[in-house]
Structures are given as C-alpha cells and as structure tokens.
Nanobody
Framework: VRLQESGPGLVKPSQTLSLTCTVSGASITTKYFFWSWIRQSPGKDQEWLGTIDESGVTYDSPSLNTRTSIARDTTKNLISLQLSSVTPRDTAVYYC????????????????????WGPGIQVTVSS
C-alpha cells in the first residue's frame, strides 16, 4: 500500500490550501479502515486534522473544523484536504495515513492503529 501526498509547497496567507493523497495498493472504500490527515510543525506534536471513513463519513478536528474540509474521489482512489484562511501557523509537514481505529477521548476523535503513512509534504505559508 502506498500513499502519496501532493499539492503546493507554498501558499499565501488567507488562501485555501488544497492537498491530495493518492492511494495505491488498496481501495479507500475497503471496510474497517480510516484515512486521516495529520500535520507536524517544527518543535510541535503531531496534530490530527480530520478523517474520512470507508463510507465517506468525515470527522473533523474540533480546533479546526470550521476551516477544514476532507473529501474523497473513489474513481481516482484519493483523499483530499482543504484548509481555508491559512496563516503562517499552518506551516507544517502534512501527512496522510491509513489506520484501523478512530477513538474518542471525550472531546475529540483521534486516529489509532496506523499501518501506512505517506512521506509527507512540506507546506509553507508565507507572503
């Protein structure tokens, strides 16, 4: 199974970031798997951005849910992420990942049981 992120490496503040994750070797509609976007900024922990399950149901991070939109294209077997109104704080390496569980801690969902990750894509927000 291979995941490959793609998109712009540089985005201007206030614009919308659009990324895609192309999946090969597995179908994004396979039952019992979830597909998530995660990012990591220098010196910070990984941050979960959102998830889409095999049925197309999405789960958003409560800290970003008004800015994120996760979707899928089953004909192209890809997952997409849109993040609106970006600022320099959104500068990070963005990853897509497959996992087998989506747990809930009382305030937020979080992915669990990762088995595949993309290599990540560096996104810089700067004017």
């Amino acid at each position: 199974v291979r995941l490959q992120e793609s998109g712009p490496g540089l985005v201007k503040p206030s614009q919308t970031l659009s990324l895609t994750c192309t999946v090969s070797g597995a179908s994004i509609t396979t039952k019992y798997f979830f597909w998530s976007w995660i990012r990591q900024s220098p010196g910070k922990d990984q941050e979960w951005l959102g998830t889409i399950d095999e049925s197309g149901v999405t789960y958003d991070s409560p800290s970003l849910n008004t800015r994120t939109s996760i979707a899928r294209d089953t004909t192209k077997n890809l997952i997409s992420l849109q993040l609106s109104s970006v600022t320099p704080r959104d500068t990070a390496v963005y990853y897509c990942t497959r996992h087998s569980e989506l747990r809930y801690n009382g305030t937020s969902y979080y992915p669990w049981g990762h088995d595949y990750w993309g290599p990540g894509i560096q996104v810089t927000v700067s004017s």
